[in-house]
């Protein structure tokens, strides 16, 4: 029987616990450590009975991890990654990977010339549902992808602002949440070569936005929209239509649409629609949706993470993946501070 792993979590905010809930549940890693300096840290440690330290060297000197979940801000990825790899220590470092394009090609680069394994947390493309809807573009059923749409519409709380550092540069949700709906895209349907876009803060007034519109150029010739809004009361998001998140109330609406030049695939549901006989707007559809287990992305995360450590297998997103993840997120600013059209 393999021993499990041994991994700390760094960082006991709303994502930080959730990783630690999950690594504490999981057969195959073993949660022996929280690194977080505040009270909060204490508390989840205490909660899932590992040990408590306030950084790095304190818990490389009282528990030894082998490997280091960072969920910290966004703003000291950079800085907590280079840490790990620093210590030799294997680190997943939650999306984005740093909250700048040269700073995330530093933490890449020195993992790289350590030979120390690095990942980013974008947890989606661990979820059953997105490795079925690339099955599902990747086998022709939809013929050419050739256009996509994406929406992360919802509206988050006042108090969740009450934290100085989520109304900060680096902090809005272009960088926090359609990073996902980003790399979902590209998983889904490859390279980013150009970006257009624009945002606004008309409602908050915040340094960071509050809505996004993009536009989406892919090295394929397909185009998609992404938008986001998190002020606005509405059901059409992955957090809201997935179920992926028990936190969030569930809607049987769909997220993300596209289209290809033999039929359409809408998520989450799968629905694959197809022409009967000729294609045509003419022609009633044919309807299909495959079934899937349901599991959770997270918990799949931390098992392909202990896996990675092992040597058992490559990680399914690693820095550089989340790296270009974050070329395009930054195309994105880029393009909304300019007006223009910004090519990768």
């Given at each position: 029987?393999?021993?499990?792993?041994?991994?700390?979590v760094m960082?006991?905010?709303?994502i930080?616990?959730?990783?630690?809930?999950?690594?504490?549940?999981?057969?195959?890693a073993?949660?022996?450590c929280?690194?977080?300096?505040?009270?909060?840290g204490?508390?989840?440690?205490?909660?899932?009975?590992?040990?408590?330290?306030r950084?790095?060297?304190?818990?490389?000197?009282?528990?030894?991890?082998?490997?280091?979940?960072?969920?910290?801000?966004?703003?000291?990825?950079m800085?907590?990654?280079?840490?790990c790899?620093a210590?030799?220590i294997?680190?997943?470092?939650?999306?984005?990977?740093?909250?700048?394009?040269?700073d995330?090609?530093?933490?890449?680069?020195?993992?790289?010339?350590?030979g120390?394994?690095?990942?980013?947390?974008?947890?989606?493309?661990?979820?059953?549902?997105?490795?079925?809807?690339?099955?599902?573009?990747?086998?022709?059923?939809?013929?050419?992808?050739?256009?996509?749409?994406?929406?992360?519409w919802l509206?988050?709380?006042?108090?969740y602002f009450?934290?100085a550092?989520r109304?900060?540069?680096?902090?809005?949700p272009?960088f926090?949440?359609?990073?996902?709906?980003?790399?979902?895209?590209?998983?889904?349907?490859?390279?980013v070569v150009?970006?257009?876009?624009?945002?606004?803060?008309?409602v908050?007034?915040?340094?960071?936005?509050?809505?996004?519109v993009?536009?989406l150029?892919?090295?394929?010739g397909?185009?998609?929209?992404?938008?986001?809004?998190?002020?606005?009361?509405?059901?059409?998001?992955?957090?809201?239509?997935?179920?992926?998140?028990p936190?969030?109330?569930?809607?049987?609406e769909?997220?993300?649409?596209?289209?290809?030049t033999?039929?359409?695939?809408?998520?989450?549901?799968?629905?694959l629609?197809?022409a009967?006989g000729?294609?045509?707007?003419?022609?009633?559809?044919?309807?299909?949706?495959?079934?899937i287990?349901?599991?959770d992305?997270?918990?799949?995360?931390?098992?392909?993470?202990?896996?990675?450590i092992?040597g058992?297998?490559p990680?399914?997103?690693?820095?550089?993946?989340?790296?270009?993840?974050?070329r395009?997120?930054?195309a994105?600013?880029?393009?909304?501070?300019?007006?223009?059209r910004?090519?990768?």
């Amino acid at each position: 029987m393999t021993a499990p792993v041994r991994l700390a979590v760094m960082g006991a905010g709303l994502i930080g616990k959730r990783h630690a809930m999950h690594v504490h549940a999981s057969d195959e890693a073993e949660l022996v450590c929280v690194i977080d300096p505040t009270p909060a840290g204490e508390a989840v440690a205490r909660e899932f009975g590992s040990i408590w330290a306030r950084d790095l060297d304190d818990a490389l000197q009282k528990a030894r991890p082998e490997g280091v979940i960072v969920a910290t801000p966004n703003q000291i990825h950079m800085q907590n990654g280079l840490d790990c790899i620093a210590a030799g220590i294997p680190a997943l470092v939650e999306k984005p990977l740093c909250d700048s394009v040269a700073d995330a090609e530093r933490l890449v680069s020195a993992a790289e010339a350590a030979g120390v394994v690095l990942l980013t947390g974008h947890h989606r493309r661990h979820n059953l549902l997105m490795q079925k809807a690339r099955e599902i573009i990747d086998s022709g059923a939809i013929g050419t992808p050739i256009v996509a749409n994406a929406m992360f519409w919802l509206h988050k709380p006042d108090d969740y602002f009450d934290v100085a550092w989520r109304r900060e540069k680096g902090a809005g949700p272009v960088f926090l949440n359609l990073i996902h709906d980003v790399d979902n895209l590209r998983y889904l349907l490859g390279d980013v070569v150009a970006v257009t876009a624009r945002e606004s803060n008309a409602v908050r007034g915040n340094a960071v936005e509050e809505t996004a519109v993009i536009l989406l150029e892919f090295a394929s010739g397909a185009l998609a929209t992404a938008s986001v809004c998190d002020s606005t009361v509405a059901p059409w998001s992955w957090e809201m239509t997935t179920g992926e998140n028990p936190a969030y109330p569930r809607s049987e609406e769909h997220c993300y649409l596209i289209g290809g030049t033999h039929g359409s695939l809408a998520l989450p549901s799968l629905d694959l629609r197809t022409a009967q006989g000729a294609r045509s707007w003419y022609s009633p559809f044919d309807l299909q949706r495959p079934g899937i287990p349901n599991e959770d992305p997270l918990a799949r995360q931390v098992t392909q993470f202990a896996r990675v450590i092992r040597g058992q297998e490559p990680p399914l997103v690693s820095g550089r993946e989340g790296l270009e993840t974050l070329r395009v997120i930054e195309a994105v600013k880029r393009s909304a501070a300019s007006g223009g059209r910004v090519t990768l």
